[in-house]
């Protein structure tokens, strides 16, 4: 066919229409965003020139993706996961909010009530042979005060770069735990060194990265979600420094204040010190919350999450 076949103005009723914007009933924000979001869609369509072939194409490959439950994964292989983060970074600026621990995507691979503990955990069960990973820190406000009774939700993938839940070979919960900080704000874990997580082969997402030329790899990280009464809640990771993908993560989700310093400890007596018969790996991470302000974007994310059975 040709591009440009069709008035804007005819797109534009055409929405309105579909979207009920004629109609008294309904909810007013979603005939809102549906209207624009028909709009924009028809418009692409004409510009384009999207042909039924394409069209259908992609309606397929949109259903697939939703049988095999994977819009979680696609909304941050294509941005839109960091997208509204930059969103949101830029909303807390404009509100006065400054500093604190940057965030970044929560992904889709959080489970909710993963056990918890005071001050110190260990999220591995021991079954996985990888570099033991001692990670400590202290959450505190940007004020410096450190924050006691903070909750540090974290969790993160095995060396094969996968999750348990998703992966019915791993143990309930294995490295997923949620710890409470002590007095004096400090939290403390013992687990393995993750390996970065990679798109299921085969998947519809790994087939959209690929069309693009594009790869479906993150490099290894540890996910947190930091709350404490009164702090905006803080969904962040931090990055493995060194790993491969380290900035060319296919969801965005890498920044360069989250690659914390990792320290190789080969000394005998340190190493006897950790409890353990080999070297292991060390970060040390500190949190920084920003305070509940009045008028703010709310960072508490309503979100469907899987449930653990
Ligand atoms: C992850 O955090 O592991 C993840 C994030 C986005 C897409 C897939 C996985
Ligand atoms: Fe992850």
Known sequence: MAANLIDKDVITALAARAAGIDQSGGNPRLKQVVNRLLADLM??????????????CGIAYLTQAGKQNEFGLIVPGVVLEHFLDLRLDEAERRAGLAGGTARTIEGPLYIAGAPTSKAEARLDDGT?????????GQV????????????????????????????????????????????????RFR????????????????KLLQAMGRHGN??????????????????TQINIDGDKYLRDDFAFGTREELIPQIERITDAAEIH????????????????????VAGAPVTIVAREHAQAA
């Open 43 to 56: 418009v692409a369509i004409d510009e384009l020139d999207i042909s039924m072939d394409e069209f259908w």
């Open 128 to 136: 996985d042979d990888g570099e033991v990973l001692f990670m400590e």
């Open 140 to 187: 505190r406000g940007v004020c410096g005060e450190p924050i006691a009774g903070a909750m540090v939700d974290v969790w993160h993938a095995n060396t094969m770069g996968n999750y348990s839940h998703f992966d019915p070979t791993q143990a309930a919960f294995n490295l997923r735990r949620r710890i409470e900080t002590d007095k004096d704000g400090r939290y």
């Open 191 to 206: 687990s393995i060194m993750p390996s970065g997580y990679a798109c299921p082969p085969g998947s519809q997402t790994e």
């Open 218 to 235: 993150r490099p290894a990280h540890v996910h947190f979600f930091v709350s404490a009464p009164g702090y905006r809640k803080l969904t």
């Open 273 to 292: 010190k950790g409890g353990i018969n080999k070297p292991f790996a060390r970060i040390r991470f500190d949190f920084s919350m920003t305070k509940e």
